[in-house]
């Protein structure tokens, strides 16, 4: 179980910043059975809810078989996902004003949209377009899902629509994706990362506690700083120097080998009793394409719950998705911004040097070396942890849920423990998450403070997005 000390610096963290401004075929039978069904069967009032929910589990699903695109690339493609499909209902919104009055060179002429579209379809067509393009690297075979999906749902959708009307709300949602992608193409900083996650001409400082790369491993984007933001730029939100609160050593006194220990014996405790720890870390660990969804595509996956749990409607939902999409992009920007600013070490390369020779992380098991292949300070679990939480606060207007995470609870031949875990607060569920890294064994505490700290500032930008007339 997590300290009461994390536990308790934490939660200030949190309130300090509160108060601030398978295989192929496997994966094809389950998409047809198992997901499909969970899809459809959404508990919603609002039927246009219904189908951007199943669009967004559609995407769920879709990502734990994404390659080389995690974490960094599957927040940014969240972003225009969900820009994708809020602009295209800006038509039938009147309490909501488009991105184009606030993004420069986002350019959508409304001159396009005929009297006579039918917003489901045009949204049918829109996620189709911008999921399809946005993912840009999915395992063989899956891809196909997609325009499976799409074709499934326009069965139902244009059932007494006129071929006028199904014309023009197709080419309307198809217009709006392609004006998007458009823009997105436009941060060439991104393209070329996408491409190139891994650049050759990154040279990682060399000193005494700096972050190395793994044997056979290069840099994951260590560039990523300079990708386009929607709300927070890296250069506007503050850092706390790594230094400036934990200082190297190898003195068994010292605060920096306390960390280090905490790391060693949580996640060997956790692996050789089977704890509570194991499941929390193997429970949110979320790292492993093929076998897990993504960080960023977890707090998907939650909204999609919390969306059916509180029955929004579709205004709402299209709000809550596009501003957690631009907060999962701004908080890498910020967090990768921060991991190659201070370049910390992971704690198995301390532990393995100062205090047992054996140790592995309980992530090893799952992926081919020992820890995600970039620094370790701040953590980006955290952040994306303290990031969606801050949205889910401001956007609900409290801290206090009854929430069971059940994402996991619809997937078949599990390799981990993923069993749903029960919360009485988004602040509890950022905690828990940001800890779980410590016994999985890839972060010290000073990360998850730092992640979870640098999200709720990153959430504060976010959340002052003015998207409504009233304000």
């Known amino acids: 179980?997590?300290?009461?000390?994390?536990?308790?610096?934490?939660?200030?963290?949190?309130?300090?910043?509160?108060?601030?401004?398978?295989?192929?075929?496997?994966?094809?039978?389950?998409?047809?059975?198992?997901?499909?069904?969970?899809?459809?069967?959404?508990?919603?009032?609002?039927?246009?809810?219904?189908?951007?929910?199943?669009?967004?589990?559609?995407?769920?699903?879709?990502?734990?078989?994404?390659?080389?695109?995690?974490?960094?690339?599957?927040?940014?493609?969240?972003?225009?996902?969900?820009?994708?499909?809020?602009?295209?209902?800006?038509?039938?919104?009147?309490?909501?004003?488009?991105?184009?009055?606030?993004?420069?060179?986002?350019?959508?002429?409304?001159?396009?949209?005929?009297?006579?579209?039918?917003?489901?379809?045009?949204?049918?067509?829109?996620?189709?377009?911008?999921?399809?393009?946005?993912?840009?690297?999915?395992?063989?075979?899956?891809?196909?899902?997609?325009?499976?999906?799409?074709?499934?749902?326009?069965?139902?959708?244009?059932?007494?629509?006129?071929?006028?009307?199904?014309?023009?709300?197709?080419?309307?949602?198809?217009?709006?994706?392609?004006?998007?992608?458009?823009?997105?193409?436009?941060?060439?900083?991104?393209?070329?990362?996408?491409?190139?996650?891994?650049?050759?001409?990154?040279?990682?400082?060399?000193?005494?506690?700096?972050?190395?790369?793994?044997?056979?491993?290069?840099?994951?984007?260590?560039?990523?700083?300079?990708?386009?933001?929607?709300?927070?730029?890296?250069?506007?939100?503050?850092?706390?120097?790594?230094?400036?609160?934990?200082?190297?050593?190898?003195?068994?006194?010292?605060?920096?080998?306390?960390?280090?220990?905490?790391?060693?014996?949580?996640?060997?405790?956790?692996?050789?009793?089977?704890?509570?720890?194991l499941w929390i870390a193997e429970f949110w660990a979320d790292d492993v394409e093929g076998l897990m969804i993504s960080p960023p595509g977890r707090h998907f996956s939650i909204a999609n719950q919390l969306i059916a749990q509180n029955d929004l409607d579709y205004d709402e939902t299209l709000e809550l998705l596009l501003r957690l999409g631009f907060a999962m992009n701004d908080a890498a920007v910020s967090a990768w911004d921060d991991k190659y600013t201070y370049n910390i070490e992971r704690p198995s390369n301390y532990i393995t040097a100062y205090i047992n020779d054996d140790f592995t992380t309980n992530l090893s098991k799952f992926i081919s070396g020992v820890n995600p292949a970039f620094p370790s300070y701040p953590s980006g679990h955290a952040t994306f942890a303290g990031v969606a939480a801050g949205v889910f606060i401001d956007f609900f207007n409290t801290d206090n849920i009854d929430f069971t995470d059940n994402t996991y609870s619809g997937y078949t031949n599990l390799q981990f423990n993923g069993t749903p875990r029960s919360f009485t607060s988004f602040t509890e569920m950022a905690l828990e998450n940001a800890y779980s890294r410590v016994p999985l064994g890839v972060h010290i505490e000073q990360d998850a403070i730092e992640g979870l700290r640098l999200g709720y500032e990153v959430s504060n930008a976010i959340n002052n997005l003015n998207l409504t007339r009233n304000n």
Not at 102 to 117: A, D, M, P, W, Y
Not at 174 to 181: C, D, E, G, N
Not at 243 to 268: I, R
Request: hydrophobic fraction near 35%; glycine fraction near 2%; proline fraction near 2%.
């Open 1 to 277: 179980m997590k300290t009461k000390k994390f536990t308790c610096i934490l939660v200030l963290c949190v309130n300090i910043l509160l108060f601030q401004s398978c295989n192929d075929s496997e994966f094809e039978e389950n998409l047809d059975e198992d997901i499909v069904t969970a899809i459809t069967e959404i508990e919603v009032t609002d039927t246009t809810t219904s189908l951007i929910v199943a669009w967004s589990n559609l995407w769920v699903s879709l990502d734990q078989y994404t390659v080389g695109m995690r974490p960094n690339i599957v927040t940014r493609s969240l972003a225009y996902i969900h820009l994708t499909g809020y602009e295209t209902a800006i038509p039938y919104m009147d309490n909501y004003i488009s991105n184009t009055r606030r993004i420069n060179n986002l350019n959508i002429n409304t001159n396009v949209f005929e009297s006579n579209v039918n917003l489901d379809l045009a949204l049918n067509t829109a996620y189709a377009v911008a999921i399809d393009h946005f993912m840009y690297e999915l395992e063989a075979g899956i891809r196909q899902n997609i325009s499976d999906f799409e074709s499934s749902k326009k069965e139902e959708l244009i059932i007494g629509l006129s071929e006028s009307e199904i014309e023009n709300s197709e080419n309307w949602g198809r217009y709006v994706a392609q004006r998007v992608i458009t823009y997105s193409e436009t941060d060439r900083d991104a393209e070329q990362q996408i491409v190139n996650q891994t650049p050759s001409d990154y040279e990682a400082p060399v000193g005494v506690g700096l972050w190395t790369a793994g044997e056979n491993e290069n840099a994951w984007f260590p560039y990523w700083r300079e990708v386009r933001t929607f709300a927070i730029t890296p250069e506007q939100s503050s850092s706390t120097n790594f230094n400036s609160v934990l200082q190297y050593s190898t003195n068994s006194n010292s605060t920096y080998y306390q960390q280090m220990f905490d790391v060693y014996e949580a996640t060997t405790n956790a692996a050789t009793t089977n704890s509570e720890d």
